[in-house]
C-alpha cells in the first residue's frame, strides 16, 4: 500500500490535499473546504469557505479569527465517521489542545491519519490521544529530536512553586501560549493545590473562559489590568512577547519564566532571558513520537513539520518508508 | 546530588547577585554534610578532581547512541556535554549517586573504568543531575559566582561577617564539615592552620569632595594609589601564599614572588609588572593573573613585583592593633634589615598644603598611578571597610563627547529597558568623515535617565536586531573613563577602560562630538 498511499493524499504548496474528497488538512491560506485539526493559528488559517472539525476547534477559531473564520462551519464530534466525496473522514483525539483532533481517512480499504499537533501525556484540559493504526501516518515533529524528553508536568509546577518560597517578594510572570499552555498550566497548578489568585494578561482572557465555559474548573483568574497592586509573590500569566516588555514595568522585580517544551535546552532558555525554565509541552516528545510511530504500526511515516531529518532517519531505521513533506506555513504556535 | 543540581540549575539561569545568595543561603542552612561542603568547595577552591570529561564522553556517546541523531543533536543544542545529558534515557531511578559517592569513587578509581563509572552515575540522575554532575567532574563550574559570592553566602548563611570566614578559610578542606560544625556553634574553635592563612583586608573609601574639605591634612599620610591589584603576602613556617583582595589563593600564579618570600610576615601591598623601575600596562599583568602556572618564559617577560605599603605581622608579631606610622615605621625597618626580593616600598608622601595635595591628585598621569590613597596616622589595621580611616582618591577621569550609536536591553531588573549602550566618536575628514563605535557603557546614570534614555531610544529607532537596536545618531553622550588603550579588536583602534556615561547632552547636537583623534594622544600604551 506504501506506494498507492501518496496518490490519492498529496502535499501540495497550499497544504496537504485529498483528492477523492476534495479538501485540504490545515491549509497555508483560504480555500473552498477544508478540515482543521485544532485551533492555532498555523494551522487554522482564516478565509476558507467551508470548514470542517470539532465544535470546539470552531469555537475558538470564532474567538480568534472574528470575520476570518470560515463561512460555513460544520462540526464533527471525535469517532463520527462522516462521508465527505469518496472519504470516510473520522476525528479522535490528538490530546494537544481542548478540541484538538487527528484527522482519519478511509478510501478504497486504505487508511492515512494525519496526527496534527499531538502528546500522549496526561493534560486535563483535553481528551488523551487515540492510537489509530493506520497504512499512513503523517505526524508532526516539533521536538523530533532524542534530547527532547520532556519532564513530568508536575516536577515543573513543582519548580515554580518552590520559587515562589524561595523569592516571595518577586511577581513571578510566566510566558505562555494563550491556546492550550496558559489553561493547561492553570488546571496543573490547581491539582498541586495552589488557590491563589491566578492573574491574567487581557490577551488571555477569551479562550481562558471558553475553557472555563465548556466545564474547566480553573479557579480564581482576574485579569491583571484589575489589580492595582504590585502582585508580588503572585503568578502572572502572559503571552511570551509581553516578557520584558514595558508591560511587564508594573509588577514587582519580575521574575520571568516560561513553560515550554523549548526550554529543554539551555541556550534557548538563555537567549529568551528566562530566568525560571519550566519545561511543559503540548507536544510529543522523542519517546512519544518513536512509540506512536511504533503503535500505528503505519509502513509509511510522512513528517510535516519540525525537526523532520532526525525522525525521518529514525523511521528508517526502524523499517518504515519515511519522507519530508515540507510543507510550508507550519510553526510552532502552540509551543 | 539532587539539591547541587538544582542548585546549580537555578544559579545558571539566575542574573542578580541578591538571588544567587539567596539559592545558596538555602543551600547551605538545609543541605546535609557533606554534601552542602563539597557545593561549597565545588563552587570556591575546586576539588581537584581531573576526569577527562570530554574523552569519556565520546567513549559513552559512541556505540550507544546513532551516530546521526548525535551529530543533528549536538549541532541543535550547541555543547556536547549538554547534549549527553539530554540525549541519555531516562530511567526512574529511586536511589540519584550523592556528590560524596562521586568524590569518594574518583580517589580510587583506575582511569580505565571511569566511562563504565560515568555510565553507572548517569543511570541513576535525571537530566539535570546528569547536567550537573557533567559539570561538576569538568571542574570550572561557570555559574556566574564567584569564590567571594559563596563565601558571602555562607556567612549570611549563618549570621557571620564574611570576613570571619576568609580568616578561618585557608586553613579547612573539603567537605568543611569542620568549618559547618564552628558556623553552628557545635564547636568554639577550629584548630589553627599550619598554613599562612589570609587576614581580612582593611580597605579604603572614596574621598567625597565634602570629605576632602573636612580634612585635617596633618593627620594623615599620604601614598600613590598603585594601578596593580591588591595583594596580601603571608609567609611562614617554609611556606608563602600570595592571596587577592577577595581572599583568593592566587600563589600558583606568581610562584616568582612567592619563592623569593621566604620571611615570616604578613604584608599588604599592590601587584604589578615592573621593567626596571617602570610599570608596565595593566593589561600586562592581566596576562599573569590569567596563567594558573605560568612559564620561565612568561615570568621573565612580565616580572611580577609587590610594592608594599602595610605589615599585618612581622616576624610573629602581630602589628594590627598598632597606628599607622607605628606599622609603616617597623614595616620601614624590616625592609631594611631582610631586603625581601622583588619588592620595594611604597614611598610615602609629604604635602604642604591641600592645595598642593590637590595639585598632585590633579597632575597625575603617569603610567601606574591611579590617584592618591590618604590613611589616618592613628588608624589601627581595621578588617573590612571602616569609614573615615582610609580614603582613596582616584584621579580625574577623562571625558569625551560620542554619540549613541546602538542600545541593547538589559538584563534581570533592567530586561525591559535599553540599557547599554554602544557610542561613537567621528573619524576621517570632509566626506569620509564617518562615526567609529569606540566602547560601551551601561552605568553612569540614574533610574530616572535611564528612562528617558530608554524612550529615546524608542523612539529614534531605525532597525532592530534582537535585543539591539540602532538609532539616529543625534544623542550625545558625554563619556568618562579610566584610560584609553591600543586594541586591534575594536574597528575604532582604541579601547577605553572603565567607560560610563558621566553626562547626557540632550542638550548637545550630534555633529559636535569629539574626533577619533582627539582620542588618540590619552592612548597610554
Not at chain 2, 114 to 128: K, Q, T
Not at chain 2, 383 to 396: E, L, Q, S, T
Request: aromatic content about 8%; glycine content about 8%; proline content about 7%.
Amino acid at each position: 500500500m506504501a506506494k498507492s498511499a501518496a496518490s490519492w493524499l498529496k502535499p501540495v504548496p497550499a497544504g496537504l490535499y485529498c483528492a477523492p474528497g476534495d479538501f485540504f488538512i490545515d491549509p497555508a491560506q483560504g480555500v473552498p473546504r477544508a478540515i482543521i485539526t485544532h485551533a492555532h493559528s498555523d494551522h487554522a488559517r482564516g478565509g476558507h469557505e467551508a470548514a470542517l472539525a470539532t465544535a470546539d476547534t470552531l469555537a475558538i477559531m470564532r474567538l480568534r479569527l472574528g470575520e476570518g473564520a470560515p463561512r460555513r462551519p460544520q462540526a464533527l464530534a471525535y469517532r463520527q465517521p462522516l462521508r465527505v466525496g469518496d472519504v470516510t473522514v473520522t476525528l479522535l483525539p490528538a490530546g494537544h489542545i481542548l478540541g484538538s483532533a487527528q484527522v482519519v481517512m478511509d478510501y478504497k480499504g486504505q487508511r492515512a491519519v494525519v496526527s496534527g499537533d499531538y502528546k500522549r501525556a496526561p493534560d486535563p484540559t483535553c481528551d488523551p490521544f487515540e492510537v489509530a493504526p493506520c497504512d499512513v501516518f503523517v505526524t508532526e515533529a516539533t521536538f523530533g529530536l532524542p534530547v527532547f524528553t520532556h519532564e513530568k508536568p508536575e516536577h515543573e509546577v513543582a519548580k515554580l512553586l518552590a520559587s515562589l518560597t524561595d523569592f516571595p517578594e518577586r511577581t513571578h510572570q510566566i510566558g505562555v501560549y494563550g491556546l492550550g499552555k496558559c489553561q493547561r498550566l492553570i488546571a496543573l497548578l490547581r491539582r498541586a493545590g495552589y488557590d491563589r489568585p491566578i492573574w491574567l494578561h487581557g490577551a488571555l482572557r477569551s479562550i481562558t473562559d471558553h475553557y472555563i465555559a465548556r466545564g474547566q474548573n480553573l479557579g480564581p483568574v482576574p485579569s491583571v489590568a484589575e489589580s492595582h497592586d504590585k502582585l508580588a509573590g503572585e503568578i502572572v500569566l502572559c503571552p511570551p512577547s509581553a516578557l520584558g516588555d514595558r508591560w511587564s514595568r508594573r509588577f514587582a522585580d519580575p521574575l520571568v519564566g516560561f513553560a515550554s517544551g523549548w526550554m529543554r535546552v539551555r541556550g534557548r532558555a538563555r537567549q529568551r532571558g528566562v530566568e525560571l525554565p519550566l519545561i511543559i509541552s503540548d507536544h510529543a516528545d522523542w519517546p512519544e513520537l518513536i512509540q506512536t510511530i511504533t503503535d500505528t504500526a503505519a509502513p509509511a511515516i510522512w513528517v510535516t513539520h519540525g525537526r523532520e531529518e532526525a525522525l525521518v532517519h529514525a523511521a528508517t531505521a526502524m523499517g518504515r518508508s519515511a519522507r519530508a513533506l515540507n510543507l510550508v506555513g507550519l510553526e510552532d504556535e502552540g509551543e | 546530588m539532587k539539591p547541587f543540581a538544582t542548585l546549580l540549575d537555578r544559579l545558571t539561569y539566575t542574573p542578580s547577585r541578591l538571588g544567587k545568595l539567596t539559592l545558596m543561603r538555602h543551600h547551605f542552612q538545609t543541605g546535609p554534610d557533606p554534601e552542602r561542603g563539597l557545593a561549597l568547595a565545588a563552587l570556591t577552591d575546586g576539588l581537584d578532581i581531573s576526569f577527562p570529561v570530554r574523552r569519556v564522553i565520546g567513549e559513552l556517546a559512541e556505540g550507544r547512541f546513532d551516530p546521526e541523531l548525535f551529530r543533528l543533536s549536538r549541532d541543535y543544542v550547541g555543547d556536547t556535554a549538554e547534549t549527553l545529558a539530554l540525549i541519555w534515557p531516562a530511567r526512574d531511578a529511586p536511589d540519584p549517586p550523592q556528590l560524596s559517592e562521586v568524590v569518594a569513587a574518583l580517589a580510587t578509581l583506575p582511569r580505565a573504568r571511569y566511562a563504565e563509572a560515568l555510565a553507572g552515575w548517569l543511570d541513576r540522575l535525571d537530566a539535570v543531575g546528569r547536567w550537573a554532575l557533567l559539570k561538576f567532574l569538568g571542574g570550572a563550574l561557570r555559574v556566574g559566582v564567584s569564590a567571594r559570592l559563596a563565601k558571602t553566602a555562607l556567612a549570611e548563611a549563618f549570621g557571620r561577617p564574611v570576613e570571619d570566614i576568609e580568616e578561618k578559610w585557608h586553613g579547612q578542606v573539603p567537605p568543611y564539615t569542620e568549618l559547618f560544625d564552628w558556623l553552628e556553634g557545635r564547636r568554639a574553635h577550629l584548630p589553627v592552620s599550619e598554613a599562612p592563612v589570609f587576614k581580612p583586608l582593611m580597605l579604603a573609601v572614596p574621598l567625597e569632595a565634602a570629605d576632602f574639605d573636612a580634612l585635617a591634612l596633618a593627620d594623615f599620610a599620604a601614598e600613590w594609589k598603585w594601578d596593580g591589584i591588591r595583594v596580601q603576602m603571608a609567609g611562614g613556617r617554609g611556606e608563602t601564599r600570595i592571596f587577592s583582595r577577595g581572599a583568593e589563593d592566587i600563589t600558583a600564579s606568581f610562584p616568582d614572588i612567592a619563592h623569593a618570600f621566604p620571611h615570616h610576615a604578613t604584608v599588604d601591598g599592590e601587584l604589578l609588572v615592573l621593567r626596571g623601575t617602570d610599570i608596565a600596562p595593566f593589561a600586562d599583568l592581566q596576562q599573569r593573573l590569567n596563567r594558573k602556572s605560568p612559564s620561565a618564559a612568561m615570568m621573565q617577560k612580565y616580572p611580577a613585583h609587590v610594592r608594599l605599603y602595610d605589615a599585618l605581622e612581622l616576624d610573629g608579631e602581630d602589628l594590627r592593633a598598632l597606628p599607622f606610622t607605628e606599622r609603616r615605621a617597623r614595616l620601614d625597618a624590616w625592609f631594611a634589615r631582610v631586603r625581601p626580593h622583588h619588592c620595594d616600598l611604597s614611598p610615602l608622601l609629604s604635602f604642604a598644603s591641600k592645595e598642593d595635595l590637590r595639585a598632585a591628585w590633579q597632575g597625575t598621569r603617569d603610567e601606574g598611578i591611579e590617584g592618591l590613597m590618604l590613611k589616618r596616622r592613628d588608624s589601627p589595621y581595621l578588617a573590612g571597610r571602616p569609614k573615615g580611616h582610609w580614603f582613596k582618591w582616584k584621579r580625574a577621569a577623562l571625558t569625551a563627547d560620542c554619540v549613541l550609536l546602538y542600545a541593547q536591553r538589559g538584563s534581570g531588573k533592567r530586561s525591559s529597558y535599553y540599557s547599554d549602550y554602544t557610542f561613537a566618536c567621528w573619524q576621517g575628514g570632509g566626506d569620509a568623515r564617518h562615526l567609529v563605535p569606540v566602547g560601551k557603557a551601561y552605568s553612569g546614570f540614574t533610574d530616572e535617565e535611564l528612562m528617558r534614555l530608554d524612550r529615546f531610544v524608542r523612539a529614534h529607532t531605525i532597525e532592530r536586531f534582537g535585543p539591539v537596536r540602532s538609532v539616529e545618531p543625534r544623542l550625545v553622550l558625554e563619556v568618562a573613563f579610566d584610560g584609553i588603550q591600543k586594541s586591534s579588536r575594536h574597528k575604532s583602534g582604541i579601547a577605553m577602560r572603565f567607560p560610563r556615561i558621566a553626562r547626557i547632552r540632550w542638550d548637545k547636537p550630534a555633529g559636535e562630538p569629539d574626533e577619533e583623534e582627539t582620542l588618540r594622544p590619552m592612548i597610554t600604551s
